[in-house]
T-cell receptor, first 112, second 114 residues
Framework: DAKTTQPPSMDCAEGRAANLPCNHSTISGNEYVYWYRQIHSQGPQYIIHGLKNNETNEMASLIITEDRKSSTLILPHATLRDTAVYYCIVRPLYNQGGKLIFGQGTELSVKP | NAGVTQTPKFQVLKTGQSMTLQCAQDMNHEYMSWYRQDPGMGLRLIHYSVGAGITDQGEVPNGYNVSRSTTEDFPLRLLSAAPSQTSVYFC?????????????FGPGTRLTVL
């Protein structure tokens, strides 16, 4: 699976958009970009995933560059409850066992 | 649905003791896996299973055994606990459908080995 690079930490003001970047310059054509988050002491939670088109769901938006070497997770109106570690993971679509390889992630602090 | 459940929530062991961490899911997911998370680190895959009777090793399998006799359960066994196995253990499950294998994680078991 391709390696990802994320900033170790970021701050965001409550109510503002949080934009979390991820570099995955060695991503292969059959690899998807997944985002999970882990709120303190809890199990990770799935947020969103995509291949090459931008994706949006009730939690967030995912913007993937045209060359697919980087992506940005957008939380449109961050709240204090969005404070968590956010993991960007790239993996093949056909991943037997659903295995995830976690990096260090970005620790997002949403401040009042 | 209860989702993914793990027991116990907390456990303290002495070096050399054995124990089994329990994981169960009620979503009829084929895939199940175990991860460990050390302080300040991301999760690392220990073992995983693609279905009943089938298991395989992940990144850090040494010191752990697994079996998958039913779709619902995926226990993790520590045969002889060591202080290096002090960690938080997460179990996860997912459906095996194409492009839909979102992982669902349990609440974790916090293990301390003295």
């Amino acid at each position: 699976d391709a390696k990802t690079t994320q900033p170790p930490s970021m701050d965001c003001a409550e109510g503002r958009a949080a934009n979390l970047p991820c570099n995955h310059s060695t991503i292969s054509g059959n690899e998807y970009v997944y985002w999970y988050r882990q709120i303190h002491s809890q199990g990770p939670q799935y947020i969103i995933h995509g291949l090459k088109n931008n994706e949006t769901n009730e939690m967030a938006s995912l913007i993937i560059t045209e060359d697919r070497k980087s992506s940005t997770l957008i939380l449109p109106h961050a709240t204090l409850r969005d404070t968590a570690v956010y993991y960007c993971i790239v993996r093949p679509l056909y991943n037997q066992g659903g295995k995830l390889i976690f990096g260090q992630g970005t620790e997002l602090s949403v401040k009042p | 649905n209860a989702g993914v459940t793990q027991t116990p929530k907390f456990q303290v062991l002495k070096t050399g003791q054995s124990m089994t961490l329990q994981c169960a899911q009620d979503m009829n997911h084929e895939y199940m896996s175990w991860y460990r998370q050390d302080p300040g680190m991301g999760l690392r895959l220990i073992h995983y299973s693609v279905g009943a009777g089938i298991t395989d090793q992940g990144e850090v399998p040494n010191g752990y055994n697994v079996s998958r006799s039913t779709t619902e359960d995926f226990p993790l066994r520590l045969l002889s606990a060591a202080p290096s196995q002090t960690s938080v253990y997460f179990c996860a499950s997912s459906y095996s459908g194409q492009n839909t294998d979102t992982q669902y994680f349990g609440p974790g078991t916090r293990l301390t080995v003295l």
